[in-house]
């Protein structure tokens, strides 16, 4: 039987190759499910559980626009761009403050292109 790895979708080969192929070039990264409301996460790596200090079962199923991520200093603005950007009306830079599980501060910048559908 296969390791499901935080999978909370059915395996398929495209899902298999994304996740592969960026789990070996140690990149911290959720992928989301575009066709169920919210965006929910559908696989969250190990980088990305580190970088935010939650653990896979906190994440999955969240909405892929992060809110456990928001905190006092997290903008209105910036949050509604990333809605925006997920829409796919637009290329969107937003440089957006996150907050660690144990509440420091980091801030990161996103690309978001929806023609790919992926942050850089």
């Known amino acids: 039987m296969p390791v499901r790895r935080g999978h909370v979708a059915p395996q398929n080969t495209f899902l298999g190759t994304i996740i592969r192929k960026f789990e070996g070039q140690n990149k911290k990264f959720i992928i989301a499910n575009a066709r169920v409301q919210n965006c929910a996460i559908i696989y969250c790596n190990d980088g ?3 970088m935010t200090g939650f653990s896979r079962p906190d994440v999955m199923q ?3 626009t992060c809110d456990f991520l928001h905190g006092p200093e997290t ?3 910036d949050i509604a761009q990333i809605a925006q950007a997920l829409l796919g009306s637009e290329e969107r830079k937003v440089e957006v403050t996150y907050y660690h599980k ?4 980091y ?3 996103f690309v978001f292109d929806p023609l ?5």
Do not use: A, S, V, W
Request: charged share 40%.
């Open 116 to 120: 790919k559908r992926n942050f850089d």
């Open 48 to 50: 990305f559980c580190e």
């Open 75 to 77: 903008k209105r603005h």
């Open 62 to 64: 969240k909405p892929c």
């Open 102 to 105: 144990n509440g420091n501060i």
């Open 107 to 109: 801030l990161r910048f």
